[in-house]
């Protein structure tokens, strides 16, 4: 186990270290101050690749983040005007979009301005018209939601014998697990996630006169690689593979109503196990993305202390929490 945890720490080392190296975004800032009387209530749309960022009305602002590289700065879809744009991260563009009214067919201009220019000229933009900053829903980098884990345990330890002659078993992995998340994506390919559950399982099969329930909190910290399979970045593969914090661990025993039954509790040390994952993601609205996928944990227990009695089977001094789960998450992305 020991090795594993090396491994993984070094893994995740990497990763976030590769992570840092990644592209990050640059801030591309459209405005619009035309001085005429005509067509003022016009709104031009912004697109970024084709794909709609905003609709600007005179005398706003609006801006929207690109990954580094060339994009195609596109306005209206009709007699549209296009520019290409070629882009760095960490920094700011600043276009000025107007009709010109001194050419025959009045097209819309598109025009790069220096950002001392561009602040000066926003300076006259009218609040009372200006609508917030928009960022790009393409470029929602943080998100928060919450999990759900059905899982299968693989190791299960005999605990009751029931009247039909066959045996009630403990699964220490599997079982159900419900969390809360926190997401970033550092870029369209790598992302880290945090995660805090709570992990549950019961016997198999459930004994209607007797209770046993291993229980215990799960933090979570998984360094992941992103697969975009659509053109705008709506639905992802995920794979990743992080370390898993088990505190708390508790085995529930309440079977004083069975032959030399009793109530007990069987306290575990906290652990340290590891897990993969795959998983599908997909955008459900502006702020709203899904996922559904595949887990696999592994972690092993040690027995610690109880109340009145301590386990003799060496599968239970010593458990092995190892499962297959699906999971389903919901996240607000901002």
């Not at 005179?58 to 801006?63: A, C, F, L, R, V």
């Not at 069987?266 to 459900?284: C, D, P, Q, R, T």
């Amino acid at each position: 186990m020991n090795l594993k945890k090396l491994y993984l720490i070094v893994v995740t080392i990497i990763c976030l270290t590769n992570i840092n190296a990644q592209t990050k975004y640059a801030k591309i800032v459209v405005y619009r101050n035309e001085n005429n009387n005509t067509k003022v209530e016009e709104e031009y749309k912004i697109y970024a690749d084709d794909n709609l960022t905003t609709n600007l009305r005179n005398y706003s602002t609006e801006e929207f983040y690109m990954p580094e590289g060339s994009f195609k700065l596109r306005i209206n879809d009709e007699n549209s005007t296009t520019q290409l744009v070629e882009c760095f991260k960490g920094n700011s563009y600043y276009f000025r979009i107007y009709r010109s009214l001194i050419l025959p067919d009045k097209p819309i201009v598109i025009v790069p301005v220096d950002s001392v220019t561009a602040k000066n000229e926003m300076k006259y933009v009218k609040k009372s018209v200006a609508r917030q900053t928009i960022v790009s829903n393409h470029y929602n980098l943080n998100g928060l939601g919450v999990t759900l884990e059905p899982g299968l345990g693989f190791n299960k330890v005999d605990i009751l014998s029931t009247t039909a002659g066959t045996e009630a078993m403990i699964s220490f992995g599997g079982g159900g697990t419900v969390g809360l998340s926190y997401s970033h994506d550092f870029s369209d390919n790598f992302g880290w996630m945090v995660e805090l559950q709570d992990q549950f399982t019961m016997l198999t099969p459930s004994v209607t006169n007797a209770s046993v329930e291993f229980n215990n909190g799960i933090i979570s910290t998984t360094p992941y690689f992103s697969i975009p399979i659509t053109f705008k970045n709506e639905q992802k593969i995920k794979i990743g593979a992080g370390l898993d914090y088990h505190f708390s661990p508790v085995l529930t025993l309440e079977t004083d109503k069975l032959k030399n039954g009793y109530n007990d509790e069987w306290i575990y040390n906290n652990a340290v196990g590891y897990h993969l994952v795959v998983f599908f993601e997909m955008k459900l609205g502006k702020y709203l993305r899904g996922h559904t996928g595949l887990k696999y944990s592994d972690v092993s227990y040690s027995f610690s202390s109880s109340q009145k009695y301590q386990p003799t089977d060496a599968d239970l001094k010593s458990p092995h929490g190892n499962s297959l789960s699906g999971s389903l998450g919901l996240d607000y992305c901002f």
